[in-house]
């Protein structure tokens, strides 16, 4: 069983920046981001594979960058430029090579002047 632990978020004023944080117990293969905004749907943000092969939602690109430490198992989501319709709960995604799907707890990012 595949744990992961996140850390990171907080509140930040619109233009700064945010640097999330996601350590995994097991062995995993894609890791991601994907957040939870008050009435809205889940919705994907950026995903890594174990080849480093990265995808973002278009209303992130070029503001947040994905990355990760295979050493450490840990994935981290850069956030610069933050807007208020960043605000959400963010949460930690994993697979492994089954393609079992893991999730963190949620971290939450608000972004408020």
């Known amino acids: 069983q595949v744990q992961l632990v996140e850390s990171g978020g907080g509140l930040v004023q619109p233009g700064g920046s945010l640097r999330l944080s996601c350590a995994a117990s097991?062995?995993?293969?894609?890791m991601g981001w994907y957040r939870q905004a008050p009435g809205k749907q889940r919705e994907l943000v950026a995903t890594?594979?174990?080849?480093?092969?990265?995808n973002y939602v278009d209303s992130v690109n070029g503001r947040f960058t994905i990355s990760r430490d295979n050493a450490k198992n840990t994935v981290y989501l850069q956030m610069n430029n933050l807007k208020p319709e960043d605000t959400a709960v963010y949460y930690c995604?994993?697979?492994?090579?089954?393609?079992?799907?893991?999730w963190g707890q949620g971290t939450q990012v608000t972004v408020s002047s």
């Open positions: 995604y994993a697979s492994d090579i089954f393609q079992r799907a893991y």
């Open positions: 097991g062995s995993i293969f894609s």
């Open positions: 890594i594979t174990g080849t480093g092969s990265t």
